[in-house]
């Protein structure tokens, strides 16, 4: 196991320098740049911007010196759109907030989503599970761009409970809306992904054979069935963690969090190089470390895996 | 813009000081002396030599003070500047600086605005606003930019602490008006040089405005505090200052609603139903815009284009009273110039197409298509490009319907904003929805950009056209000048123009003292204050 972790790490760098190169080529073949805007630059001065971030080195050597100055200096260099910051304290000031509100909502969704699927799946064909299922669909059905605006609707506007939007690593009132936003959807896909497993688990043989020695149903459910039911669960969770904690572009906009998830959309359109691709590098090595931790999850819960 | 005769004004001296604006008689201010607006999105620099957006001109003006600023018209008040001097040649000003103080309690000199000054053109700032030195006309700035001289030889020199000379490369009318640009405000030189690029951080950032930054919160939140230190600190009545963010529009529109802010722009469509419902928060003014479909007339370009009799016919079809009433529905007015109605001493050229009845309008649209060998059977076919955004798919499909009876086939294309500008300066369109916004007000501001020389992404030419802007650029009366080239536009329909913005907003009734006479809509929160409700 520990070589297996070890060798997945050690294809892990190759596989974001690939990353990296391919994100830069790309980028550069976008038509514009990041100085081109509703006035045409006279010629000087957009050669002096040029100079000044590297751009009018050959490409290879402006990719050649991104990377030198992430692994000496881990400087993801200063963003082209906003001159005062460095990519470093965007992504620094930026990604605390979605993490937050990601990880929250994660945790939301897991204990909800397998809540609702293991009920739905004991109680199968009842009306808790109509309930569940319906739940879950309706969860599925109402897109996070839909309830967000009338989140800020019903809690700001009518009842006035809530902020309408900003963010505050101090008061959990800012938190509520983008919770509910961003983990409602995923609640209702872990929810059924729970449910479909779960029935065709507690309809196996070793199940039988646990009821059959009279084993009390809570220590079927909870010891036997649950954990080999969790699998296809987990696989999805992997990569949904990733994309909940770097966060989403809809929350960030709706609630004007100030988090990466918008940062990343606009550093592409605004052809803002340096932060997307400090951007892009972060969501990679988070979702090549959480793919693995979902391996290592997999042989830890079903032994028959092994590596 | 008001237009100097320099051989006589040798020594021209501001008479009026700069009050901020004062409660009238009858109000009773409010014991919060606060104000939040509406930011679309996270200010991008608060440093002046690389500001470009308008969202940062708005933060900069009330954290720093340039030579020059505006009273509520929009018209020029000294700032910084006490009285100032102009040569015979009008080529050298001198300031004298009145006695005002940093937020940190240290003296503005003369010499923090030659660093400031210098620091824009020097080619390591990269400022992208390097040009308006060179639009200013200050001396050497186009040879520093370049990297052909050193940035100590831009034609300002601090005469002493209180006394700046500027030398400029020509007369310029209007050098007194680009004063109070946020690219002209002065910059601690301590401070800069401390600490680099991070200057403008909250407990950073030094300024000689009516504010100091409190906070930044990017994306998310920006406050302002009155700075104490500000000359004309007994004047200015608000105490703080809130810029939120809120990057969609409806959602800023409900939190306006629920209270948490106190200015929103209103989305597009929703001002008759708004201004129904709250007749006194409900504001539209004329905003200093144009918006204009531009052909390609390079060599790139279509060859249908390149026949006026199609242009014209196309301009004459657009019906942009419809598209203004039915579809913007926010006081804008349909363009028959390419210059905004309300520019300062503009006067629309007089039987155009303006004055002709729309059914007239087409019928002659049909002749002239006739006459170029085109019509429903043998369609011209186009395609027109806009950026993303809701309202110019709206048009562009108007602007179809419209032309697509008398036999002009249009394809629209959608592209995002870095390929629609892209397109647009490599001429690689054929027919584009473009905006200009006035940068002062005189109609200059948008002739110039059809140029030769000039923007002109459509690539238009015309001698006589040129000839009038360059005329102008030192005449006593340009108004019957720029009317000639109006008219000239209107002859060779280089672009059909579409509208003229206006900005409309709701604007909390408790808050006094925002401009809406200004067309190019700088305010100013030294002369905002909050009346009890």
Known sequence: MFGFVLRRLAVAIPTLLLLIVFSFVLMSLAPGGPFTGERALPPAVLANLEAQYGLNEPLWRQIWNYVWNIVVHFDFGPSFVYPDRSVNELIAAGFPVTLTYGALSFVAAVVLGVSLGVVAAIWHNSWLDYLAVGISIGAQVLPNFVMAPLLVLVFTLWYRLLPGGGWSFNDPSFWIMPVIALSTSYMASIARITRSSMLEVLGSNHIRTARAKGMPEHRVILRHALKPAMLPVISYLGPVFVSMITGSVVIDIYFSTGGIGKAFVDSALNRDYAVMMGVTILIGALTILFNLLVDVLYAWIDPKIRY | ?533
Request: hydrophobic content about 40%.
């Open chain 2, 1 to 533: 813009m008001k237009r100097f005769v320099l051989t006589t004004a040798l020594a021209a001296t501001l008479a009026m000081p700069a009050f901020a604006v004062q409660p009238a008689e009858g109000e009773t201010l409010a014991e919060n002396q606060t104000y939040t607006y509406w930011l679309l999105d996270a200010i991008k620099s608060l440093d002046p030599a690389k500001n470009t957006d308008v969202e940062g001109s708005d933060a900069l003006r009330s954290l720093f003070e340039g030579l020059m600023t505006e009273d509520a018209e929009g018209n020029m008040v000294p700032g910084v500047a006490e009285d100032y001097e102009v040569s015979e040649d009008g080529l050298t000003y001198t300031f004298t600086l009145r006695e005002a103080n940093w937020s940190d309690g240290s003296p503005v000199t003369a010499d923090d605005f030659v660093f400031a000054w210098q620091r824009v053109v020097t080619p390591a700032t990269a400022s992208e606003y390097a040009w308006y030195m060179e639009l200013m006309n200050v001396a050497n700035a186009t040879q520093i930019i370049a990297g052909e001289m050193e940035p100590a030889e831009l034609g300002v020199r601090a005469l002493d602490d209180r006394t700046l000379e500027v030398t400029l490369t020509a007369p310029t009318p209007y050098f007194l008006n680009t004063l109070s640009h946020a690219t002209t405000y002065p910059v601690p030189r301590a401070v800069v040089e401390e600490h680099g690029d991070n200057w403008t951080r909250p407990g950073t950032l030094v300024g000689n405005g009516a504010f100091t930054l409190a906070s930044h919160n990017l994306g998310v939140e920006i406050v302002f505090q009155k700075n104490p230190e500000y000359w004309d600190a007994d004047n200015v009545v608000m105490e703080t200052v809130r810029g939120v963010t809120v990057n969609d529009n409806n959602v800023a529109l409900t939190r306006y609603q629920a209270g948490e802010l106190d200015r929103v722009q209103i989305p597009a469509g929703q001002f008759p139903r708004l201004s129904e419902q709250f007749p006194d928060q409900a504001v539209s003014v004329p905003y200093g815009c144009s918006y204009a479909y531009v052909f390609n007339l390079s060599d790139k370009g279509p060859e249908a284009l390149k026949d006026q009799r199609v242009r014209e016919a196309m301009a004459l079809s657009l019906n942009r009273e419809v598209m203004v009433d039915q579809i913007l529905q926010g006081g804008q007015r349909a363009a028959y110039t390419w210059t905004h109605w309300a520019i300062n001493g503009f006067a629309e050229p007089e039987g155009g197409m303006a004055d002709m009845p729309y059914e007239a309008r087409v019928e002659r649209a049909r002749e002239l298509l006739e006459e170029a060998g085109y019509g429903p059977q043998n369609p011209v076919r186009l395609t027109l490009q806009y950026n993303t955004d809701e309202n110019h798919r709206l048009l562009a499909i108007a602007a179809q319907q419209f032309w697509r009876p008398l036999g002009i086939e249009i394809t629209l294309n959608n592209v995002e904003w870095a390929v629609h500008t892209d397109r647009l300066q490599n001429q690689d369109f054929e027919i584009a929805r473009y905006a200009w916004c006035a940068d002062y007000n005189e109609a200059s501001t948008f002739l110039d950009w059809f140029r030769t020389d000039g923007y002109n992404s459509g690539k238009w030419s015309n001698a006589e056209f040129d000839e009038l802007l360059a005329e102008a650029r030192t005449a006593d009366d340009t108004t019957p000048l720029y009317r000639r080239a109006e008219e000239i536009l209107a002859a060779e329909v280089p672009a059909t123009w579409v509208y003229h913005y206006a900005k409309v907003d709701m604007i909390n009734p408790a808050i006094r003292g925002l401009p809406r006479e200004n067309l190019l809509n700088t305010w100013y929160a030294k002369d905002l204050y909050r009346v009890a409700e």
